[in-house]
Each structure stands twice: as structure tokens, then as C-alpha cells.
């Protein structure tokens, strides 16, 4: 069983052929970036926020991220995570914000159900930060980045790359700009 846990949730390209990353995110509007931080700031660029806007983080976080928040004029309000990094408390108590970033921590995917509920309640734009787990998937067999309205991805961090970074819009949504 041990062995079987990484195949789960970790499957890289089973081939020599070159590949892109449209290959394995079919049907995706997908963009590059030189970095993720900067994926991001395009991300909430087209998640519609304006100067100002909030967006809610996970208390524990890479100070990187909130270069992303900055480069839009964006303001940070936090949310609390446990021991095992998901978020504490209801969706219902969080702080009110234009966008919301789930993170999945070291490419394990992140229980997107409280976001989701956070979402529809507040009409916030949900962000999968998903900047090293390139191959990850959920149980579900769902490609972590792939679950949320935006995903972010840092290629540099999961192949021998300089930079590299990608950022998916993953459906239609009201007040997603191309």
C-alpha cells in the first residue's frame, strides 16, 4: 500500500516523447508566466480585482505570494489553518474578500469544499495555488490547479527549469476576464 499512495496522487507523463503542458490540461485557457508570483498577479488581474480589492490567504504562506497581492493593489485578510494545514473555523466566520487562494501544501491536495462554500456564499473567485504539485491529482483523479476557477502552477519548482510558471482559468465564470 505504501507504494501505491505516491502513484495516487503523483503521475508525471509516462513517456519520452516531448510533452506540453497543454497535453495534460486539455480544454483549459492556459497562459505562462516567467514565475508563479507573477502567474498569480495575472490570475487576480483576471478574476476582475481592482485596486484595493481583499483577497483571503492561508496564515501560513511564502511571503513570494503577497508580491502577487502588491503588484495589483491588492490587500491581504488571513484565514487560520491546523497542524495538518487546512483551514480552521467555518467558511461563514472568514473575513469578507474578492478572491480566496487554497493552497496545496508540497503538491497534497487541499479539501476544496470549505472554499468552494466560501465562494458561493460571498461571490469571491477561488485561486488553487498549486506551485508544487505539477502532476499531483486529488483522489478523485482531478488535477491539483485544475479543481478551482484559477490554478496557478510553478513549473520551475517540479522540472529541472530556470523559470517557468502557468496559470489556468478552469471554467467560465461571471467576472473571469480573458
Not at 496564515?59 to 495538518?84: K, M, N, Q
Not at 478551482?148 to 519548482?157: H, Q
Request: proline share 10%.
Amino acid at each position: 500500500m505504501r507504494d501505491e499512495l505516491p502513484a495516487s496522487v503523483y503521475s508525471p507523463p509516462k513517456t519520452k516523447e516531448p510533452w506540453r503542458l497543454e497535453d495534460l490540461l486539455p480544454g483549459y485557457d492556459l497562459r505562462y508566466f516567467s514565475y508563479g508570483r507573477r502567474a498569480l498577479a495575472g490570475g487576480l488581474l483576471a478574476a476582475g480585482l481592482k485596486p484595493g480589492a481583499k483577497v483571503l490567504l492561508p496564515e501560513f504562506i511564502c511571503r513570494d505570494l503577497l508580491s502577487s497581492l502588491a503588484a495589483v493593489g491588492a490587500s491581504p485578510v488571513f484565514y487560520p489553518v491546523g497542524p495538518d494545514l487546512s483551514p480552521l473555523g467555518e467558511p461563514s466566520g472568514w473575513p469578507e474578500a474578492r478572491a480566496v487562494v487554497a493552497v496545496d501544501y508540497f503538491g497534497f491536495p487541499q479539501d476544496l469544499s470549505p472554499f468552494r462554500a466560501y465562494c458561493e456564499r460571498t461571490g469571491a473567485a477561488l485561486i488553487e495555488d498549486n506551485a508544487h504539485g505539477l502532476f499531483s491529482r486529488d483522489e478523485a483523479g482531478l488535477p491539483l490547479g485544475a479543481r478551482a476557477d484559477i490554478g496557478v502552477f510553478s513549473l520551475r519548482k517540479s522540472l529541472a527549469l530556470p523559470d517557468g510558471a502557468a496559470l489556468i482559468r478552469t471554467r467560465k465564470r461571471r467576472g473571469l476576464r480573458a
